[in-house]
């Protein structure tokens, strides 16, 4: 979805879609930031371990419940209500292990292109 220069208030909602294949939908961007809201089915994986060397994110959780990979291979409980910080270059994934699906809004800080590089589950 574009947005409208004028747009400032979103609702998630508007952009899951059930049965989506790209479980990931742009809500805005521009030369500072970009904000994505992003959803994973129960028993899913969003993206394989990964970090963005220019580019660090905050996830505000929305809705359901289940797991962050925080670097070390420690996979974190998350859960609606709560926000997770990642600084740039630092491994993270998502995965559901609940039976309800998992939304959130990522914000993303652009620091120069963005660029996703796979890593293991490990950044340390």
């Known amino acids: 979805m574009s947005t409208q ?7 998630a909602k508007d952009f899951v ?11 805005y961007k521009d030369q ?24 660090a994110h905050i996830f505000v959780f929305l809705e359901g419940e ?7 291979g420690k996979w974190e409980k998350v859960r609606a209500g709560q926000f997770l910080v990642c600084p740039r270059d630092r ?3 998502m995965r559901n ?4 699906r998992v939304v959130w809004v990522s914000v993303d800080v652009n ?6 590089t796979p890593k ?4 340390e």
């Open 32 to 55: 500072d930031i970009s904000a994505f809201v992003e959803w994973i089915e129960p028993g899913k994986t969003f993206q394989s371990p990964h970090s963005h060397p220019q580019s």
């Open 66 to 72: 289940g797991e962050a990979l925080l670097g070390n």
């Open 111 to 116: 620091s120069g292109q963005y660029v996703v």
């Open 91 to 93: 491994v993270h994934a």
């Open 120 to 123: 293991a589950e490990s950044d």
């Open 97 to 100: 292990n609940s039976d309800k």
């Open 17 to 27: 879609k059930d049965f989506a294949e790209r479980t990931v939908q742009s809500a």
């Open 5 to 11: 220069p004028s747009q400032r208030i979103y609702t």
